[in-house]
């Protein structure tokens, strides 16, 4: 069909059809026209067709096919000037029209209105609508028109080319149009016109409305820039030099293509929440992964290597992955998804991953686990991309999925960099492991995470290997003199952070007659805390900047233990591989790492009943578990604890009613996963006047969150459940915890995270006795907030499954009294100073946990020092008597043992205090000889001989405890017996030490 404006009668009767129908009308009174004649076109389409607007800009047609209920519209125009604002119900892209990255047969209408006399070129157009449109898809056009033709001279409006189309360009256009599979539907005659009605720079013209049905496919994928490429001479048709030219296609594609993928980006920074730059950055990416899929071979590793890679490099760093995925743009991932699904054998398998690295985080993309198929020029970036965590989870159930994406690629890589561990190949895999695997992600899930953080350790350790570190080593004996326990505690540093609050306690109110305490950091300053922390130890170490010289530093100060005081089980940061080591007798870790440490080094991890399930917590630990009574936590703020707030926050401020219910939360950004969003957003839902306030950016965590995305993401849930943004805010991070409990009195209830729950974001609202709800799990890391709610006697706020979060959290924003009531009784408790404030009585816990530790490792040692077997008998010769009598003695007690038939689980030790080892081992073989000699006796078959010289009082009760009985000799070294209090041991006469052959055993020692 084609239809010319004949006059401005047209005109005006077309905008009052529109304003009768209630419709929008154009910007331009005179384009009232084009809109009323498409009108009439698209009325009887389904409102759910999908429609294109080639050259948007103004957005005037868009927003007529919006007032008509079209629900699947699109626009791209090479000058997005139009943005159509946030929530704007199409989707807008910047870009050529003739070369889009729309899907095949994707759209049912593509509309052009007063685009094509600015210098379009018709072929690609045509060739481009019959690409994107279904078949029998309608192509709706119009343009400026005059049947003669008309001279414009050099009139450029906004810098563009301008034509008025004479009745001969409209008849090249339609045979054009016909070339490339579209027809006219009906009246396929161009009207005649004898009125100009349209004058604009002294230039008369009118306008003409063409509208095509697509017929058939004719669409060239390769087709060439006939204009451009060829020239035409009297006879013939010759090629001009560019068919001759050499350089590769990646080449030519990308000649400007970096520098639009750097403008998109930064823009794209500067304007997160413009859908004008988050599309312009969509184009970029649908650019670079078409060319990508185009590229022979023989050309990805050149072009990865110069601008094309280089601008998929930027794309990869440019935060376009946190965006959620349109439909088109899901529907290509969809189908490159399943081209990488079949494998590297499969054709173009690198170009596919290579488009997918764009699109998705590796946990999303069904990839294979064989490094081996990756090309050497990708692996490092390849590598990368693997290790790289998504910034954060966008849909329900991806936490759990990453937990099983990052679990086989760990199991993966352990085996392949454990059973090779000569290939350079392997040794470089570990080393990108260890620079860039951060295991953060993988928290928030109900799962064990044993096995991963073992294999993480193994491999971080194999890394060290390599590197030439010394990770094993074994602690010369003690001191018999020392009788402290030397502590060390060990943490990046002891500023203001949840890490040193939650250490403090640890060691502030520690017994100093039993414990000599060094504090170790890598970072050290002159802040109050910092001195304040070091003014409750014996000394304070910064520590050299590399980690060979840190590991002697620790070693070098002998330490019987020390505690980790930093996580170590996300990043390979300079604490965690310090624990990699060997650095103490004992090594512990404690709540400063949320999971297991998975190290080989570390001993022992200290939790609390409360903060453990009931059933089988060890077989979350690689360390041995030690639980304190009620919470694993304490918290001592020392010199933050009467900070002054720096902010002034109120209702008012912020938009929100006095009468409103306002559910607040300080769950860091992570812990508010997609599943958390949905609970919390029912809630709200459910709850009458209600808000939703958020604080969840804290800087111990990170410095850098994807707080666009999470806003968008937050938003699109509660648009889902018909909330408006209203209801939602959220807010920065403030400088302390002050002004975080100033926040705070604007809420009514506090919601907890799961399954990662809170601790000391959750003490802050118990501290101004804001009603809580929190929920447990099977984890150490889902049941801290749990914790904290039992040592306050608060059963009643923890929730067993989200069905009963929920119902609490409604019943506290619903019911005033109700809030008020558990308010009160939070208020009366913290009044009490509860567990987790007492650091008094937490430093005492933990002393008698180190002494009991410490204890048990030194009778470890003391067992394999003496090779102390399950009879233990003691002798204390008396070193100063004459030879023959000492050598009697000797003669009589150990052949005495050693006709005894359970010799082989004895052991004789002898104390050597008032004589030489040297001297005392002499005497020894010669005894031993004499038996052999003599009376055919073995010694070597047993009795165990051990000589003992000076011990620790520490040692001397372990040994005590560890005595069957003193073998009494007639000379005996009365001073040494005293000095280790033997003359309570149980003693056997050595002229009565008597063997009872039918039972086997020593008679009862008198």
């Not at 812990?671 to 209600?690: C, F, G, H, L, R």
Request: proline share 3%; hydrophobic share 40%.
């Amino acid at each position: 069909m084609i239809k010319v404006l004949k006059n401005w009668q047209e005109i005006g009767d077309a905008t009052l059809r529109l304003q009768r129908k209630g419709l929008p009308t154009h910007s331009d009174t005179r384009k009232n026209w084009d809109l009323s004649l498409l009108y009439e076109t698209i009325a009887s389409e389904n409102r759910n067709s999908r429609i294109v607007d080639l050259g948007c800009s103004p957005g005037c047609t868009l927003v007529l096919l919006i007032s008509l209920g079209f629900t699947n519209l699109y626009g791209i125009d090479f000058d997005l000037e139009f943005t159509g604002g946030r929530n704007f119900p199409a989707n807008l892209y910047k870009g050529d029209l003739t070369d889009t990255t729309f899907e095949s047969d994707f759209f049912d209408v593509a509309i052009s209105i007063s685009v094509i006399e600015h210098g379009v070129d018709l072929k690609e157009l045509f060739n481009e609508a019959n690409r994107i449109l279904k078949k029998d898809g309608l192509l709706f056009l119009t343009t400026d028109y005059w049947a003669e033709k008309q001279d414009v001279g050099e009139i450029n409006p906004l810098g563009l080319p301008w034509k008025v189309f004479s009745e001969a360009d409209i008849q090249e256009l339609i045979n054009i149009a016909q070339d490339y599979g579209f027809s006219l539907n009906e009246d396929i005659n161009i009207p005649s016109c004898s009125e100009q009605t349209i004058i604009w720079q002294g230039i008369e013209y009118t306008f003409i409305a063409l509208i095509f049905k697509k017929k058939e496919a004719v669409y060239q994928k390769s087709r060439e820039k006939v204009d451009k490429n060829v020239s035409v001479g009297e006879d013939s048709i010759k090629l001009t030099a560019t068919e001759n030219q050499t350089e590769s296609r990646a080449e030519r594609a990308t000649e400007s293509l970096l520098s639009t993928v750097r403008v998109s980006c930064e823009n794209y920074h500067k304007n997160l929440d413009e859908n004008s730059a988050v599309q312009d950055l969509r184009f970029s990416r649908k650019k670079v992964a078409d060319l990508w899929l185009n590229l022979a071979e023989g050309e990805l590793e050149s072009a990865y290597l110069g601008e094309l890679g280089e601008a998929h490099r930027i794309l990869l760093n440019s935060g376009i992955k946190n965006e959620q995925l349109t439909d088109t743009e899901q529907r290509f991932l969809d189908e490159v998804a399943a081209e990488l699904s079949r494998g590297f054998d499969a054709p173009k398998a690198i170009p596919y991953l290579l488009v997918a690295m764009l699109y998705r985080p590796a946990a999303q993309l069904p990839l294979q686990h064989d490094i081996l198929r990756i090309p050497q020029w990708l692996l490092n970036n390849y590598l990368t991309f693997m290790f790289e965590p998504p910034a954060l989870f966008q849909e329900v159930g991806e936490a759990d999925s990453y937990y099983h994406y990052a679990k086989e690629w760990v199991d993966y890589l352990h085996e392949k960099i454990l059973s090779n561990q000569e290939s350079q190949l392997w040794q470089d895999v570990a080393v990108s492991f260890y620079q860039n695997a951060n295991f953060i992600p993988v928290y928030f899930n109900s799962q064990n995470l044993k096995d991963i953080c073992q294999k993480r350790a193994e491999i971080l350790e194999f890394v060290l290997k390599i590197g030439g570190h010394q990770i094993d080593w074994d602690f010369p004996e003690r001191l018999h003199e020392r009788n402290k326990i030397r502590l060390g505690i060990l943490a990046a540093h002891f500023q203001p952070q949840t890490e040193t609050f939650a250490t403090l306690p640890v060691y502030k109110h520690l017994n100093r007659d039993l414990f000599e305490i060094i504090l170790y950091t890598v970072q050290a300053g002159n802040h109050r805390l910092e001195r304040y922390c070091g003014g409750h130890a014996d000394a304070r170490v910064l520590l050299p900047q590399d980690l060979p010289s840190q590991v002697q530093t620790i070693r070098d100060g002998d330490l019987d233990v020390i505690l980790i005081a930093t996580n170590v089980t996300a990043g390979a940061n300079s604490i965690a591989l310090l624990a990699l080591h060997r650095l103490a007798r004992i090594q512990i870790a404690n709540v400063c790492s949320c999971i297991t440490t998975g190290m080989r080094h570390v001993d022992y991890y200290v939790s609390g009943l409360f903060s453990e399930p009931e059933n089988a917590p060890q077989q979350h630990y690689t360390e041995t578990l030690l639980t304190l009574d009620g919470s694993a936590h304490c918290y001592d703020f020392a010199t933050e604890e009467q900070l002054t707030a720096t902010i002034s926050v109120n209702r008012e401020k912020l938009g929100i009613a006095e009468d409103a219910v306002v559910y607040i939360s300080g769950s860091n950004f992570y812990k508010i996963t997609p599943e958390v969003e949905a609970v919390w957003t029912k809630i709200v839902a459910s709850t009458p006047n209600s808000k939703l306030v958020l604080y969840p950016f804290n800087p111990n965590w990170s410095s850098n969150y994807a707080v666009a995305a999470f806003g968008k993401r937050l938003a699109a849930s509660f648009a889902r459940y018909g909330l408006s943004e209203e209801q939602l805010i959220i807010l920065d991070c403030v400088p302390n915890r002050a002004d975080v409990l100033e926040r705070l009195k604007l809420g009514d209830v506090y919601l907890d995270s799961y399954p990662f729950a809170g601790a000391t974001s959750l003490l802050d609202p118990l501290t101004i006795g804001l009603p809580t709800v929190a929920m447990g799990g099977s984890t150490f890391r889902s049941r801290v907030g749990l914790a904290l709610l039992k040592e306050l006697q608060l059963d009643e706020l923890i929730a067993e499954n989200e069905e009963s979060y929920i119902e609490l959290a409604i019943a506290l924003g619903t019911n005033r009294e109700l809030r008020q009531q558990n308010s009160n009784l939070i208020e009366q408790r913290m009044q009490s100073n509860p567990k987790f404030l007492d650091s008094r009585t937490y430093s005492a816990q933990m002393g008698n946990l180190f002494q009991e530790v410490f204890r048990s490792q030194q009778a470890t040692v003391l067992t394999d020092n003496l090779n102390l077997r399950a009879i233990n008998l003691i002798i204390f010769p008396d070193w100063s008597q004459s030879e023959d009598t000492l050598f009697q003695e000797l003669t009589n007690a150990i052949g005495a043992i050693a006709n005894h038939p359970d010799k082989s689980k004895m052991t004789l030790l002898v104390d050597t205090s008032n004589v030489s080892e040297e001297d005392a081992n002499l005497a020894l073989s010669g005894v031993a000889m004499n038996l052999l000699i003599e009376q055919d006796l073995d010694v070597s078959d047993g009795p165990e001989i051990s000589l003992i010289g000076q011990l620790s009082q520490m040692q001397r009760e372990i040994l005590i405890s560890r005595l069957y009985g003193r073998i009494v000799l007639e000379n005996e070294n009365r001073e040494a017996i005293a000095r280790v209090q033997a003359q309570h041991i149980p003693t056997h006469q050595l002229d009565s030490l008597i063997i009872s052959h039918s039972r086997n055993e020593i008679s009862s020692p008198s």
